[in-house]
Nanobody, 123 residues
């Protein structure tokens, strides 16, 4: 069992930056690839980024490439999402999740989820 807690969300102006953190307890995160998803009001949850257990490979949805960076510190049992050049369309609740099998891009491939952190980008 893994418990995930996201933090770092908030209100920021367009063009600004935020850094989200996802801290794990209960089991080491180094056993899992990790992902970030987001869900805007009235929309389905969508994939944002993923990172392999070693951090050697990363994956991004096209809309955030070049602006967002996923990283991890297995010693701290924490995964990060650095978000730069934020846009109003990035507004959503952001979730981190532990991958357990299948495509990194689909939510069904993730077993454990955090409660989410709100990111709001004003224009």
């Amino acid at each position: 069992q893994v418990q995930l807690v996201e933090s770092g969300g908030g209100l920021v102006q367009a063009g600004g930056s935020l850094r989200l953190s996802c801290a794990a307890s209960g089991r080491t995160l180094s056993s899992y690839a990790m992902g970030w998803f987001r869900q805007a009001p009235g929309k389905e949850r969508e994939f944002v980024a993923a990172i392999t257990w070693s951090g050697g490979r990363t994956y991004y949805v096209d809309s955030v490439k070049g602006r967002f960076t996923i990283s991890r510190d297995n010693a701290k049992n924490t995964v990060y999402l650095q978000m730069n050049s934020l846009k109003p369309e990035d507004t959503a609740v952001y979730y981190c999740a532990a991958h357990w099998g299948g495509s990194y891009y689909t939510s069904g491939a993730y077993r454990y989820w955090g409660q989410g952190t709100q990111v709001t980008v004003s224009s």
